[in-house]
């Protein structure tokens, strides 16, 4: 008995160091300068894309290769993370975007100035856009982890969804900026050299005043699909599977509870909602695709271009409100299950779609265009959380990479399909999107499970 230590076992453990209101800070400023740029870019890419007189249709297939190499790169990221530490990751995906940025405002500027061809301009923007898709994906999933490492389970939620707030705020901050930093020296492509600065700022503050991981918690680096637009899904989902046992000196966690079997595309609990988030994705993906240009010939805007980023950024400013508006507040507020989340998300996304395509003012283009965003805003959460309720615990980690993928791959071809069709013929780019918005509401009719099933089934 001489031996025995009456210290009780939890108090042998050490706690996690709670992550300081500073530090919080800087890793919001990571998140939030992305999504601001990228916003800001998809504000005055439509006017920049008719000051070179190239077709809409190119403009955004020069993001094509960014948003492929995102899906690509993002979980090589994300795994890497889990070994290398996060703040190096970070600072490989700030520098990304800040090579990304100034790269592509360099070469546009060059193209405006008439120093490249249209072609050539458009050629080395997608190539510099590509250092983002394949470095800036390193960032978000690194931050999520830094996070959730470091906090334990009763304050992660909380810790996350203010992380996650920040790609919300960022699309909001980007097109409401972007007409601001038209500078006259340096034209439409002075918010990608804005951007590039702001981040650089951020880069320094992240060397000298983030600590090198050491976590007390396990946590993995999860994928979190591109901020490409102001819509975009930006939920950070905390490590449901991970419980609150220390982490070792090197920051590994407690080993695995046993092998988990791998989920199949093709599983009947995860199919329907998989094809909803395909089809609504490439709706909303479209959409976005096609708006800048969509305002430039409502408004008449085509021959004087500058002009045409400030109605863009009004819009998209709108949009990204309204989507906040959907995710921050309805979905909480009336407690929409992912059913029934999914199709009134649609059913509102047809809805605007109808009213702005139909309205030759900025008010209308404008509240149609929020309508839109709203439902978008309902959809994607629902379809995400859908998805995982409908498998187990354990396999969590494999539906949020698979939800991951699905959202990224919305991103890849569906905005220069939508702006290929609605040059052919407005109406065909918008009957296109409806039709998407229509087959997912048919489909959550038909075979998504009922919300009261879901919340019943407990797994």
């Known amino acids: ?56 249709v190119w403009i955004s297939l020069a993001y094509t290769w960014s948003a492929l190499l995102w899906v690509i790169c993002a979980p090589l990221w994300a795994r890497r993370s889990d070994h290398r530490g996060r ?37 080395l923007f997608a190539a510099a856009r590509s250092l983002y898709g394949g470095f800036g994906s390193a960032a978000p999933p690194a931050v999520q982890a830094y996070v959730a490492s470091r906090t334990p389970r009763a304050e992660r939620t909380q810790a996350l969804a203010l992380i996650a707030s920040s790609f ?30 702001i981040a650089v700022v951020v880069l320094v503050a992240l060397r000298l005043r983030l600590p090198n991981d050491a976590p007390s918690y396990a946590a993995r680096g999860v994928v979190v699909a591109a901020p490409f637009s102001a819509s975009s899904n930006s939920s950070l989902a905390g490590d449901d599977e991970s419980d609150d046992t220390p982490a070792d000196a090197e920051g590994r966690g407690p080993p695995s509870a046993g092998d988990i079997p791998r989920l199949k595309w093709q599983d009947p609990r995860l199919r329907p909602w998989l094809i909803a988030g395909l089809l609504g994705g490439h709706a909303q993906a479209a959409t976005l695709g096609i708006i800048g240009f969509f305002i430039l010939d409502r408004l008449g805007l085509r021959g004087d271009p500058t002009a045409g980023a400030g109605p863009i950024g009004l819009v998209l400013m709108a949009g990204a409100i309204a989507t906040l508006l959907a995710q921050w507040g309805l979905i909480p507020m009336l407690k929409l299950g992912p059913r029934a989340s999914t199709m009134w998300g649609v059913a509102l996304a047809a809805t605007g ?14 509240l149609g265009f929020a309508i839109a965003s709203l439902g978008f805003g309902l959809y994607r959460p629902g379809f995400t959380s859908g ?10 980690g494999q539906v949020g990479g698979m939800v991951a993928s699905v959202n990224g791959a919305a991103y890849v071809f569906a905005p220069a399909i939508g702006v290929w069709l609605y040059g052919h013929h407005p109406v065909i780019g918008f009957s296109a999107i409806c ?25």
């Open 1 to 56: 008995m001489a031996d025995f230590d009456p210290t009780p076992l939890s108090t042998s453990l050490p706690k996690a160091p709670h992550i300081s209101r500073g530090r919080m800070v800087l890793l919001f400023s990571v998140m939030l300068v992305t999504a601001a740029g990228n916003t800001a870019m998809q504000s005055v890419m439509p006017s920049i894309g008719t000051a070179l007189g190239v077709a809409d």
């Open 87 to 123: 703040k190096s990751m970070m600072a490989v995906g700030l520098v990304g975007f800040i090579a990304s940025m100034a790269l592509c405002g360099l070469m546009l500027w060059f193209g405006l100035a008439g120093l490249l061809s249209a072609t050539a301009t458009l050629i």
């Open 168 to 197: 919300g705020l960022g699309t909001v901050i980007g097109p409401a900026l972007a007409p601001l930093l038209i500078f006259p020296a340096v034209g439409l492509p002075g918010p990608f050299f804005a951007f590039a600065a």
């Open 353 to 366: 779609t109808i009213i702005f395509a139909v309205s030759y003012d900025l008010h209308a283009i404008s």
């Open 387 to 396: 998805a995982s309720l409908a498998v187990t615990r354990k396999e969590q």
């Open 435 to 459: 039709a998407l918005c229509l087959a997912v509401y048919v489909l959550g009719w038909r075979q998504l499970t009922h919300d009261r099933d879901l919340m019943l089934d407990q797994r």
